[in-house]
């Protein structure tokens, strides 16, 4: 099993920035790919980028340009950096580590409310 804790988020105003950080424990040498999801309410969760273990990273289009993902493999963490951000960013976002084996592991989420 592996467990994702994450910490920021919170309510800010457009245009600021926020930082969101997850770390993995338990049996951590499974993990493939690290990365964010988010779900607004009413909607479908959708990725917003992910990273694999060698460092490359798929990105939602609309937060192209304004996050960034990093990843620390020796430490088991992954952070977004999230800056200019929209009221259409508001959302739960949720850590996600996905296995070798194709296993998705969550954390439990933490609301991003950015007011307009």
């Known amino acids: 099993q592996v467990q994702l804790v994450e910490s920021g988020g919170g309510l800010v105003q457009a245009g600021a920035s926020l930082r969101l950080s997850c770390a993995a424990s338990?049996?951590?040498?499974?993990?493939?790919?690290m990365g964010w999801y988010r779900q607004a309410p009413g909607k479908q969760r959708e990725l917003v980028v992910a990273?694999?273990?060698?460092?490359?990273?798929n990105y939602a289009d609309s937060v192209k340009g304004r996050f960034t993902i990093s990843r620390d493999n020796a430490k088991n963490t992954v952070t977004l950096q999230m800056n200019s951000l929209k009221p259409e960013d508001t959302a739960v976002y949720y850590c996600?580590?996905?296995?070798?084996?194709?296993?998705?592991?969550w954390g439990q989420g933490t609301q991003v409310t950015v007011s307009s």
């Open positions: 996600n580590s996905n296995s070798y084996v194709g296993t998705d592991y």
């Open positions: 338990g049996n951590t040498f499974v993990i493939n790919t």
């Open positions: 990273i694999s273990k060698s460092g490359r990273t």
